[in-house]
């Protein structure tokens, strides 16, 4: 997988194309990623005591759900604009990723 956590992408397809955020979690093994404010469900959360001096919390929640990495590029920070991400060998051998139209390293 080619975006990692703390990559700033923008979302190319779904009912939130064009948004942009920050990957908060990355699932390798699901192919999908978590993005900050992108995919918004609302969940149930069961009343707990353990909230502040004993006082219950619960209902209704919003969160992130993740979204398929398919659907989503890595923005480039010069340019604010989506961009491919592959990968170049370094003269030491080490692995680091590039943006596509560029050339820079990420």
């Not at 194309?17 to 699901?30: F, M």
């Not at 619960?58 to 759900?65: D, L, N, S």
């Not at 990495?69 to 051998?93: H, M």
């Amino acid at each position: 997988m080619k975006i990692k956590k703390g990559d700033h992408v923008m979302v190319m397809a779904g009912k939130d194309k064009g948004a942009t955020g920050t990957v908060i979690a990355a699932y390798p093994t699901a192919n999908k990623v978590l993005v900050e404010g992108v995919n918004m469900i609302k969940k149930n959360k069961k009343v707990t005591n353990q909230g502040f001096r004993g006082a219950k919390e619960g209902g209704i929640v919003t969160q992130e759900a993740p979204i398929d990495v398919s659907n989503v590029q890595l923005v480039d920070p010069e340019t604010k604009r989506p961009a491919r991400v592959g990968y170049k060998i370094n003269e030491d051998g080490t692995k680091v990723r590039v943006l596509r139209p560029s050339g820079k390293e990420i």
